[in-house]
């Protein structure tokens, strides 16, 4: 599910970034910007996902996602708890617009 860098940053040309020549600091860029399209994914088609799911896209610990309570915000999204199923709760990620919380 990499996407290639011209497809991140399309003002910067191939030649800029050939093919596994990405330092470790621009690859951890394009490894959150992969996170950052995921969330936006799940968030767009109204996934629910797991408290291990979340923690994993966070890259947290799970107890640091089920700790922070019903509603909150991480980066550009509002999380919040649905239901339980089984032993499994079930979280939705809604984007939030920054400039209406100026």
């Given at each position: 599910m990499m996407a290639n860098l011209s497809?991140?940053?399309p003002h910067y040309s191939e030649a800029n970034f050939p093919s596994g020549a990405t330092t470790p600091r621009m690859q951890n860029l394009v490894d959150l910007i992969t996170t950052l399209h995921v969330a936006d994914?799940?968030?767009?088609a109204?996934?629910?996902?797991?408290?291990?799911e979340l923690a994993d896209l966070m890259d947290v610990n799970a107890s640091a996602v089920t700790s922070r309570g019903d509603?909150?915000?991480?980066?550009?999204?509002?999380?919040?708890?649905?239901?339980?199923?089984?032993?499994?709760i079930l979280w939705q990620l809604q984007r939030v617009n920054p400039q209406s919380e100026a």
């Open positions: 497809e991140l940053l994914a799940i968030a767009n109204g996934y629910l996902i797991s408290s291990s509603e909150w915000t991480w980066r550009n999204w509002a999380i919040s708890r649905v239901r339980r199923e089984g032993n499994q």
